[in-house]
């Protein structure tokens, strides 16, 4: 399968590819976390990105297609990708068709997370994720078992920083200008499917998986 998780900051995009990562062994490319691990290692792509993500704004589509486009090329994503937070404004989806046809691949679906403001806000605020392997988790719905310490690596967890507050409302105001205007680009396609991702995570899958079934779009038996 190849797909693209579309839906704004705190939505559920990373929570859904992880879920189907575990499940199916699909890649994962998240253009978030590519730029966090860019930042820790301190690339010159990370100190490009840096400010950028610190104060809520996308980074240039010159920094980010190529960074993408590069992992799209490693062996893992010949077949079966799933794009998390990619792309994020109408040049990069153009250029992520143009690229993909190169290879004879293209988008199957575009899975369109639906989630009330509200609850978002809740999610973003309530949000944690381990510095060392990206695991995310929540306050309420997912707490680690010791405060601050990761489940799966023992890693320090903390709220990023473009989660808190002051910064989350210009990400929403970015998604809304830049890249709610991809859900009509993909609809015109046939490719978007709806999903309700406001009553957790197991439903959320069931109506995902039947979807994906219905248009047989290829993910199980996947190793
Ligand atoms: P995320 O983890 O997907 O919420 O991304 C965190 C931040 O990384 C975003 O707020 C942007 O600053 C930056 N970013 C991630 N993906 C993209 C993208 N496709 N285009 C531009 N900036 C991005």
Do not use: W
């Not at 695991?135 to 310490?149: C, D, K, Q, Y």
């Not at 967890?157 to 409302?169: A, W």
């Amino acid at each position: 399968m190849r797909i693209i998780l579309l839906g704004a900051p705190g939505a559920g995009k990373g929570t859904v590819a992880s879920a189907l990562h575990e499940k199916y062994n699909i890649a994962h490319i998240s253009s978030g976390d590519l730029f966090r691990e860019n930042i820790k290692m301190e690339t010159p792509l990370g100190k490009q990105a840096y400010d950028y993500i610190s104060r809520g704004d996308l980074v240039p589509d010159s920094v980010t297609i190529g960074m993408v486009e590069e992992r799209l090329s490693a062996p893992d994503c010949s077949k079966h990708f799933m794009l998390d937070g990619f792309p994020r404004t109408l040049a990069q989806a153009d250029s992520l068709d143009r690229f993909l046809a190169e290879s004879n691949r293209e988008i199957e679906a575009v899975v369109s997370l639906l989630v009330p403001d509200e609850l978002i806000m809740k999610r973003i605020s309530e949000r944690r994720v381990c510095v060392s392997c990206a695991a995310g988790f929540s306050l309420t719905f997912n707490p680690t078992r010791v405060e601050g310490v990761c489940d799966h690596c023992g890693g320090q967890v903390i709220q990023r920083e473009d989660d808190k507050p002051e910064t989350v409302l210009s990400r929403l105001r970015t998604y809304y200008e830049k890249t709610r205007p991809l859900e009509e680009y993909y609809r015109a396609r046939g490719l978007i499917i709806e999903i309700d991702n406001s009553k957790g995570l197991q439903p959320t899958m069931i109506d995902l998986e039947c979807a994906l079934r219905d248009r047989d779009i290829e993910f199980e038996g996947k190793s």
